[in-house]
C-alpha cells in the first residue's frame, strides 16, 4: 500500500480481520464466499481491501464466522465508514495529504511506536515549534496555518482519553536542533518532559553515543488496531509524499527493527534526564 487515501486505509483493516477470522475457522475463500452467497472473486477483493462492501454482506459473513454482537457492531461501523467518499465539490482541508490519510489510521490505532531523526514528531510538536518547521518554504500564511492546525489536532489522541499508547524514540539530533529558537525549544522540551508523565506515552531519547542503528536510513512509524490485532501499517515520509507499507513480512522487519531501537536507547527516566540537562545547556 503505497498512498492510501482514509477509505482505502480502512479497507485494509477490515480486509485483514476478515482473512484472521476465516482462517481461524480453517475456511478456504471459496467456502467462505459459498456459505455467504457471494462470488470467491469478490471474497478475495474485500480481503485485499480492494473493493468496499455492503452491511449487508459485511454482517453475513461476521455471522458465519460467529462474532459476537458488540464487536460486530464495531466492525460494521468500520465497514460503513470505509465507503465514505468527500462529496462533490466540497473543499478539502489545507492539510498535506498524506498527513490527512495518517491522521484517519491514527484515530483507529491502538498502538504506535515511532522513532524520530529530525525534526520532533508531529503529534509532540507544541505549536511554536510546528510554526517554525512548517513556515520553512514557499508556503503562503493560510496553507501554513491550516497545516499547523492539522498537526495539532494529531496531538489529541494522545491527551485525551489516553486510548492509545504511544512509544517515541527520540534522536539526540532531533533535540539539539534549534528549530525555531532557544525560546521555541525551551518550550518544546518543557512539553517533552510534561508528556512523558502521561501514563499512556513513552519517551526514550537514542544518545549520538550509540552510534549506528536500524532507523540510520530514515524515521518510521508503526500503527496497530484494535479492531484488527494481527494488521499493521508502517508509514514512512518524505520530501513530497509517504509511504505506506502493510505486508507482513515488511511490518515486521520494522517491528524487529524498533525492538532494537528500544534497547539502544535510555530509560525512560534516563531520558527524561536528558532532556532536561540538554534544554538547561543549550537553551538557557
Known amino acids: ?42 471474497m478475495v477483493r474485500y480481503e485485499g481491501g480492494v473493493s468496499s462492501m455492503s452491511n449487508p ?3 453475513k459473513l461476521l455471522d458465519i464466522y460467529g462474532v459476537d454482537a458488540d464487536r460486530k457492531t464495531e466492525l460494521l461501523d468500520l465497514v460503513k ?20 490519510d495518517l491522521m484517519a489510521l ?22 511554536a515549534y510546528a510554526r517554525a518547521m512548517l513556515g520553512q518554504g514557499k508556503l503562503g500564511a493560510d496553507v501554513v496555518e491550516g497545516h499547523v492546525q492539522g498537526r495539532l489536532s494529531r496531538a489529541v489522541i494522545l ?12 534522536h539526540e539530533a ?20 510534561e508528556l512523558s508523565k502521561r501514563p499512556n506515552i513513552t519517551l526514550q531519547v537514542l544518545p549520538d553515543s550509540a552510534g549506528a542503528h536500524s532507523a540510520i536510513a530514515g524515521a518510521f512509524m508503526v500503527l496497530r488496531f484494535p479492531i484488527a490485532p494481527e494488521y499493521g501499517v508502517v508509514y514512512v515520509d518524505y520530501l513530497t509524499g509517504a509511504n505506506y507499507l502493510d505486508e507482513p513480512e515488511e511490518v515486521a522487519q520494522y517491528d524487529d527493527a524498533y525492538l532494537h531501537l528500544i534497547k539502544m536507547a535510555l530509560s525512560e527516566q534516563a531520558s527524561l534526564a536528558f532532556i532536561k540537562k540538554l534544554s538547561k545547556e543549550l537553551y538557557s
Open 1 to 42: 500500500m503505497s498512498t492510501p487515501d482514509g477509505p482505502t486505509a480502512l479497507r485494509r483493516i477490515i480486509g485483514a480481520e476478515l482473512r484472521r477470522l476465516r482462517t481461524a475457522l480453517d475456511l478456504t475463500q471459496k467456502q467462505a464466499a459459498e456459505r455467504a452467497g457471494i462470488d470467491p472473486s469478490a
Open 57 to 59: 454482506v459485511a454482517e
Open 81 to 100: 465508514r470505509s465507503r465514505k467518499r468527500r462529496p462533490k465539490g466540497e473543499v478539502r482541508p489545507a492539510i498535506w495529504e498524506p498527513v490527512e
Open 106 to 127: 491514527e484515530r483507529d490505532a491502538s498502538t504506535i511506536r515511532e522513532i524520530a531523526i529530525q525534526p520532533l514528531p508531529g503529534m509532540l510538536q507544541t505549536e
Open 159 to 170: 491527551t485525551g482519553d489516553g486510548r492509545v499508547q504511544y512509544w517515541a524514540v527520540l
Open 174 to 193: 532531533a533535540l539539539r536542533c534549534a528549530v525555531g529558537g532557544p525560546e521555541t525549544m525551551r518550550e518544546q522540551l518543557a512539553y517533552l518532559a
